[in-house]
């Protein structure tokens, strides 16, 4: 008997609805003011951690659902009522995925609560591993981490970029080099507590899209942590890095990796999220909006971009859950499914929010209407967690198991 089924079950049904609810009603009257203020929308965390949304515990519930799809149907939903104030209430989950990829149970109980903090005092955290230099090449990351025997401390050094909650952050992941000749099977990722000394924020960047969300550079100069703050902890470091250094292929999977394979569907799902969020408005307005005696969907040319909106939005869905379904039943990425998912859904969303925005005419190019907004959230779908052509790199080597440059 097949026991295979796309159906959700009640209770996702009913977390959706949730979600959705809370889209509705408190981003997206929201949206607009914060995409224009380019700041991190605190009273937007807040109210979705009174709610429970913006917790440990609501991921953590998230992300063990055995199907798989809860993470991506949370975040579809959400990034469905905003992409700039979506990334300011899940940008923590990158750091948390870091920490309970690559942390032992002990860090896990320890940082994880407090990168979200409590509904009265919400908090935030980043993970930084972009550098000015090293972009979509990890392995060239020159942040230093170099341990102190005598006082059992790592010492930080370097600058980060780019970093989603940088410098706002109470818990900082960093990810830094400890053996430069590795690579980056030489790296390690580090937790910064909050208040550390010498971890500062740089510039601040304001961007085409997703403008609430806080992007900036982060300084380390001279930063000290406690030996405990190695994610993983020494001996594991030791052990990894004694193996690299035998030239041994297997197991030399690094950090920043490790954490982008786990987030990379998830990522898939928002921009899902956003396209699905301008075929709507888009369908609406084709529906009404008459020229030349008929609603302007009556023209083939329309309704067939329509079409072609909602078989795209689908397929990429399809792709999330296939990839978010894989990872949690423990079947392997052979062709780099993930990947595949987030490029697929990237590309979708920037090509679905541009096709919106010609539905809508002049109206779609003015901040009137949402759509011109969700192009430009849109983009950045195609860039971080990996860039589409990094995606193809990655699927194209995986198929052929070619190193293909
Ligand atoms: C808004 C925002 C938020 C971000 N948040 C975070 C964060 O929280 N933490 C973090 O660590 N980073 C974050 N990033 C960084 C993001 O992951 C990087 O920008 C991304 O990986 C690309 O790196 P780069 O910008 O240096 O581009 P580059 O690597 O310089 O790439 C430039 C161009 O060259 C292409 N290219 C590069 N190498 C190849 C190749 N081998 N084959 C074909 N084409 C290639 C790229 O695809 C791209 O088109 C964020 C970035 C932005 C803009």
Redesign the pocket.
């Known amino acids: 008997m097949s026991t295979f089924s796309m159906a959700l079950g009640e209770d996702q049904l009913a977390v959706r609805d949730w979600l959705h609810g809370f889209a509705a009603d408190v981003m997206r009257p929201a949206a607009a003011e914060w995409d224009e203020r380019e700041e991190t929308p605190w009273p937007i965390i807040q109210e979705a951690a009174k709610i429970g949304i913006y917790s440990l515990d609501f991921y953590a519930q998230q992300f063990f659902d055995p199907s798989g799809v809860g993470i991506p149907v949370a975040m579809e939903e959400l990034f469905w009522g905003d992409a700039g104030l979506g990334l300011s209430i899940v940008?923590t989950t990158?750091a948390a995925v870091a920490v309970l990829a690559n942390g032992t149970e002990e860090q896990i109980g320890t940082w994880a609560p407090q990168m979200f903090g409590t509904p009265d005092d919400v908090k935030v955290a980043?993970?930084?591993?972009?550098e000015p230099d090293a972009?979509?090449?990890v392995s060239a990351l020159r942040t230093r981490a170099v341990y102190e025997e005598a006082t059992d401390e790592w010492v930080l050094n370097g600058t980060?970029t780019?970093?989603?909650n940088g410098g706002i952050a109470a818990v900082h992941v960093v990810v830094a080099t400890v053996d430069p000749a590795l690579g980056a099977r030489g790296q390690a990722s580090f937790v910064v507590p909050p208040g550390t000394a010498g971890l500062s924020q740089g510039q601040k960047f304001k961007?085409h899209g997703?403008r609430a969300?806080h992007?900036a550079e982060v300084v380390l100069d001279g930063v000290r942590i406690p030996g405990h703050c190695l994610l993983g902890g020494k001996e594991k470091l030791d052990e990894r890095l004694a193996r690299a250094r035998e030239g041994a292929r297997k197991g030399g999977k690094n950090a920043a990796m490790a954490t982008f394979e786990a987030s990379r569907p998830a990522v898939g799902a928002q921009a899902i999220g956003i396209a699905r969020a301008a075929y709507e408005v888009a369908l609406d307005y084709a529906k009404t909006r008459v020229q030349f005696g008929r609603p302007i969907i009556d023209n083939q040319g329309v309704a067939f971009t329509l079409a072609d909106m909602r078989t795209r939005i689908d397929a990429a869905r399809l792709l999330v859950w296939r990839a978010s379904w894989m990872a949690a039943n423990q079947q392997p990425f052979t062709a780099a499914e993930g990947s595949m998912s987030k490029l697929y859904a990237g590309e979708t969303a920037k090509w679905v929010t541009a096709q919106a925005m010609q539905i809508l005419g002049g109206n779609g190019f003015t901040r009137e209407y949402p759509v011109e907004r969700m192009h430009r959230d849109s983009a950045?779908y195609t860039?971080?967690?990996?860039?589409?052509?990094?995606q193809r790199?990655v699927i194209a080597r995986s198929i052929s198991g070619l190193p293909i440059?």
């Open positions: 940008g990158l980043a993970f930084c591993s972009s972009g979509s090449d980060k780019w970093a989603t961007k997703i969300s992007t950045i860039i971080f967690e990996g860039t589409s052509e990094i790199l440059r």
